[in-house]
Each structure stands twice: as C-alpha cells, then as structure tokens.
C-alpha cells in the first residue's frame, strides 16, 4: 500500500501483495477453530461467513481473474480488509494479555460501522467487474452435455453471491452493531432463538 502510494498508482498493487493476501486470508481458516474452542468468543457461523467470503473473493475472483486485479475497487477492498484486521488482531493480542487499551477496543467496535458497508462494495464491484470476462471465457463453467451430466455456470452463480449479500449483510451488520452496544455500552442482548 505505501508502495501505491509513492508511485502515485494503485496498478499492480493486487500483483506484489498477492502472495501475502492469499497466505494469509487462507490461513484464517484458523478463525473457526479459535471460535470453536473458545480462544475468541465469537459466534462460529458469522466468522464462517465472513472468511469463507474473504477465501472467496482472493481465490475465485481476484487471483483467478488478472483483468480485473487492477480494478479500484480491489483496492477499496484491500484497504478496508487491511485497516480491518489491523484493529481486529490488535484487539485479540491485547485482550489476551489483558491489557486492552480502550482506544483499541474503541476502534474495533465503531470503524466497522464505516468499513464494512465501504468494503461490501469493493467486493460487489470487484464481482461486477469480473461478470463480462466470465460470461466470455465460460469460466469455472461445465455445460451440457457431458460425462456427469450436470452443468453448472459460474457467471449466475456469481450474480447469485451478490444476490446473497442483500439477505446476509444486513445479518452480519446488525450483530456486530449489537455487540457494539453489548461491549460499549453494557448492554444485555436477548437474542431470539430460531
């Protein structure tokens, strides 16, 4: 990013942190175990969505399609991703040593209310972006007929995702602004049992 912001560009940005980005968004996977053992106390589902979405958009989207890796919005997206961990693992580091500064906790429970919203729409352009070079090359698609007999097209499957966002963000924002108020504020939550 500091390297961007010498050159005065973003091109070429995604190409010199991808290896790092891969890495590391891939080894998150590491999240659901914490969530499921206790180490963070986060729900296990929320996490999932939020990391099998990150592997997602790294792996599916950013990394497999090159015409798109210096699109604007990748770089919102990495920006937010960044400024989002950045407050996110320094929380967790200063929770476990029991000496969380309240600045920390403060910034991790209200930059979310921006970065969130900010980062969904990188995404969502980031998948708009890459909808013609699907459609064209057939990507990640199996027409009939064939041996399985089963077809699959990757260009509707994309256009469901960002379908999926409209029922799924919403979800995600309004927990984390209950945990906001629970964690802030003192508040108790009564969460509704499906």
Do not use: D, N
């Given at each position: 990013l500091f390297r961007s912001m010498q050159t005065g560009t973003h091109k070429g940005l995604y190409h010199?942190?991808?290896k790092t980005l891969k890495f590391f968004q891939t080894f998150a996977m590491?999240?659901?175990a914490h969530c499921a053992i206790g180490i963070v106390h986060t729900s296990v589902l929320v996490t999932a969505v939020q990391v099998s979405s990150r592997i997602?958009?790294?792996w599916f989207i950013t990394n497999s399609i090159r015409q798109i890796q210096n699109e604007e919005s990748v770089l919102l997206f990495l920006?937010?991703?960044?400024?989002?961990?950045?407050?996110r693992?320094?929380?967790?580091t200063f929770n476990l040593l029991n000496h969380l500064p309240y600045f920390i906790k403060w910034a991790r429970y209200n930059l979310f209310i921006i970065l969130y919203p900010v980062g969904v729409v990188g995404e969502l352009m980031t998948i708009?972006?890459?909808?013609?070079?699907?459609?064209?090359t057939s990507m990640y698609s199996l027409r009939l007929p064939n041996k399985y007999n089963v077809s699959f097209d990757y260009y509707y499957f994309l256009l469901i995702v960002m379908c999926s966002y409209i029922p799924l963000f919403p979800q995600l924002y309004f927990h984390m602004l209950r945990q906001?108020?629970?964690v802030l504020h003192g508040e108790v939550i009564v969460e509704k049992e499906d």
């Open positions: 010199s942190l991808q590491l999240e659901l997602f958009m790294v920006v937010v991703w960044t400024i989002t961990e950045i407050t693992y320094s929380f967790y708009y972006a890459a909808l013609p070079y699907v459609h064209r906001r108020r629970k």
